[in-house]
């Protein structure tokens, strides 16, 4: 924590799927590693993998930008991590090669996770496929303080914040979410869409939403 692992320039993006404590130290711009050829997450087109998250990133208020994916989203899972004081700007994600149920900037949050003084603007998140929001499924943790600004999200089945609480496994804590001049695109308008609860799992499961 006390020597963190400082991202200065979009091809050590790579390093996010370690246990790591990050920081940014300048603003990351994704555009040619993603939908360029020679860039390195390219990938034939589809651009970036998600990775899975086990660490804590510290944005510093830098933004990390122009992100292009097929494969739904920039995190897989993340799981008992911390990511906060950072911005999304212009990503352009979508589910064409995703073969998975949720789709998001994060599709599956869990373990006591934080989400905190984020911005998402100028994005696009298109899931023909799958469901969608800004998370896909969150098991447990909190958000705080999520701010969406000129944004698309669209798909199958869509929520703006979280499209399912599938199964909280102990509590999840949601308040301070603001949405401005973006767009919600399905049959289903939602904030938080499913919450589901499987009746044989025991445990604590408080949802706690506010502000």
Same mark, same amino acid.
């Given at each position: 924590?006390?020597?963190?692992?400082?991202?200065?320039?979009? !091809? +050590?993006?790579?390093?996010?799927?370690?246990?790591?404590?990050? +920081? *940014?130290?300048?603003?990351?711009?994704?555009?040619?590693?993603?939908?360029?050829?020679?860039?390195?997450?390219?990938?034939?087109?589809?651009?970036?993998?998600?990775?899975?998250?086990?660490?804590?990133?510290?944005? =510093?208020?830098?933004?990390?930008?122009?992100?292009?994916?097929?494969?739904? !989203?920039?995190?897989?899972?993340?799981?008992?991590? !911390?990511?906060?004081?950072?911005?999304?700007?212009?990503?352009?994600?979508?589910?064409?090669?995703?073969?998975?149920?949720?789709?998001?900037?994060?599709?599956?949050?869990?373990?006591?996770?934080?989400?905190?003084?984020?911005?998402?603007?100028?994005?696009?998140?298109?899931?023909?496929?799958?469901?969608?929001? *800004?998370?896909?499924?969150?098991?447990?943790?909190?958000?705080?303080?999520?701010?969406?600004?000129?944004?698309?999200?669209?798909? !199958?089945?869509?929520?703006?914040?979280?499209?399912?609480?599938?199964?909280?496994?102990?509590?999840?804590?949601? =308040?301070?979410?603001?949405?401005?001049?973006?767009? *919600?695109?399905?049959?289903?308008?939602?904030?938080?869409?499913?919450?589901?609860?499987?009746?044989? *799992?025991?445990?604590?499961?408080?949802?706690?939403?506010?502000?």
């Amino acid at each position: 924590k006390d020597d963190p692992f400082v991202i200065r320039k979009s !091809s +050590e993006m790579k390093y996010l799927n370690n246990n790591y404590h990050f +920081e *940014l130290g300048d603003d990351i711009d994704m555009k040619y590693e993603t939908t360029n050829i020679y860039g390195d997450f390219y990938n034939s087109g589809r651009g970036w993998n998600p990775v899975d998250f086990n660490g804590h990133i510290d944005g =510093k208020g830098y933004k990390i930008s122009n992100l292009y994916s097929e494969n739904g !989203s920039l995190f897989n899972n993340v799981n008992n991590s !911390s990511i906060k004081n950072i911005s999304f700007d212009s990503f352009n994600l979508n589910d064409k090669n995703s073969n998975v149920s949720f789709n998001g900037i994060i599709r599956n949050f869990n373990n006591e996770s934080l989400l905190s003084n984020v911005l998402v603007i100028n994005s696009k998140i298109n899931c023909e496929k799958t469901s969608c929001g *800004l998370i896909g499924n969150m098991l447990d943790g909190s958000i705080n303080n999520v701010h969406v600004n000129k944004s698309n999200i669209n798909g !199958s089945n869509t929520s703006f914040l979280v499209s399912n609480l599938n199964n909280p496994i102990n509590k999840i804590d949601i =308040k301070n979410v603001f949405v401005n001049d973006s767009v *919600l695109s399905n049959n289903n308008y939602y904030l938080i869409d499913k919450i589901s609860i499987n009746s044989n *799992l025991a445990g604590i499961r408080n949802i706690n939403i506010s502000d």
